[in-house]
């Protein structure tokens, strides 16, 4: 039975096993045999197989990449690109660079390179990401008209240590501070100059729709709120100037100010419910008629 067993090296596996001292009680037991056979072949079969696959792999010739050919184009236009940037910037003479051009007047080679320089920078640098929307900043208290305040809304200030202002706004629903243009012109009538910057124009929306566009941003160095328990001292205060009011003296403090300072609705909630559980708000109502 072993030599009709196939392949050669198989075979031999099997004849080198069956002569171990183990595997000699296999020779008188045909049922055991075959079952050591069969699994033995699976054995064989499972490791030959990868090991001729591995040993096809090693001796296969990896194939050469072809190695990259520039075409005579290209190179032909990369030399004159070369060639091109090295002449001179006002005559085109290859001898010579514009700073040594004997056609250069004082300050003109100067000029050329700034301006190649610059056309070379547009060349390189990457494009300007899309446009995005215009931002819309929400200031409540913030018009031009007449409308009567929330009491508690507003505080007398000093800013600068130059203008006391009678009444400055704290507006909860206002997202940015705002001071008026007329806020600005007055500082700087009386010598106060605040620091400020230009930048991507904004919009401001009140509460009734209107929505004003806001480009210049200024910074109060000091800004001294009157209080009862004496002034507080607000320092480095952003805010966006709304052009459109020329004539009044108007800051308005946003949401963002006051939360800085501890005023949030949390904390408001919370200290309504230490003080009694339930409120009766009836009161706060229009009054009835007749």
Sequence with gaps: MNDALAPEQFQ?????????????????????????????????LRWETKSNQRKQSETKPARK???SVVPKQTQAAGNQATRRDRTCLKCGSENHRVKGCPR???????????EWREK??????????????T???????????EVPLERGSECMARLENVLDLDS???????????????????LRELGVALRQDTVTPRKLETFDGS????????????IQLRTTAGPLLLRNTPAWVFEQEQ??????????????????????????????????????GPPHSG
């Design 12 to 44: 031999r596996t099997v004849k080198n096993e069956l002569a171990r001292e183990s595997n000699k009680p296999l020779h008188k037991d045909v049922v055991a045999f075959i079952k050591w056979l069969r699994a033995s072949c699976k054995e064989y």
């Design 120 to 133: 070379k920078s547009d060349r390189t640098s990457p494009r300007p990401a899309a446009a995005t929307a």
């Design 247 to 284: 004539e009044k003296q108007v800051l308005v403090l946003s949401r963002l100010v006051m939360e800085r300072l501890g005023n949030s609705v949390n904390a408001i909630l919370a200290k309504a419910c230490d003080t009694q559980r339930e409120w009766d708000l009836q009161d706060l």
């Design 135 to 145: 931002p819309v900043y929400h200031v409540t208290a913030l018009q031009l008209k």
């Design 211 to 222: 929505v004003f566009k806001v480009s210049r941003r200024v910074q109060f160095d000091t």
């Design 65 to 67: 990449k072809p190695d």
């Design 104 to 114: 250069a007047v004082a300050g003109e080679a100067e000029a050329l390179l700034r």
């Design 168 to 186: 400055v706004l704290l507006d909860s629903g206002a997202d940015v501070n705002v001071a008026s243009r007329g806020l600005v012109d007055l």
